[in-house]
């Protein structure tokens, strides 16, 4: 199953973006959805995770306050709205999906997510 990430690009800092992630209607209930990010010589990183039923939210520290997850499941969606951006924010940004029975709970581990996107790049200017 391939999610497909979008809304990457280039802005300056204390600017937003806001980055979504669809995935086949099929499955997206059954999804819970993490967003991570990778930048150049750096491990990935955590940045957002949401249950199924979008009850349970989860941030990594260094994003939060500024980051917002949120799930659409009428349009299979899921997205990471990023505000007051930074330099330091500039990576790759990845969703996956997690199949599960659980309808609360998110997963902030990389390697508990079966489902990757191809990635989307974001670049903070200062």
């Known amino acids: 199953v391939q999610l497909q990430a979008s809304g990457g690009g280039l802005v300056q800092a204390g600017g937003s973006l806001r980055l979504s992630c669809a995935a086949p209607?099929?499955?997206?209930?059954?999804?819970?959805v993490g967003w991570f990010r990778q930048a150049p010589g750096k491990e990935r990183e955590f940045v957002a995770a949401?249950?199924?039923?979008?009850?349970?939210?989860g941030y990594g520290d260094s994003v939060k306050g500024r980051f917002t997850i949120s799930r659409d499941n009428a349009k299979n969606t899921v997205y990471l709205q990023m505000n007051s951006l930074k330099p330091e924010d500039t990576a790759v940004y990845y969703c996956?999906?997690?199949?599960?029975?659980?309808?609360?709970?998110?997963?902030?581990?990389?390697?508990?997510?079966?489902?990757w996107g191809q990635g989307t790049q974001v670049t903070v200017s200062s």
């Open positions: 209607g099929r499955i997206f209930s059954r999804l819970a």
């Open positions: 996956a999906g997690k199949s599960t029975i659980l309808s609360v709970g998110y997963f902030h581990t990389w390697a508990e997510y079966a489902y």
């Open positions: 949401i249950s199924r039923s979008g009850g349970s939210i």
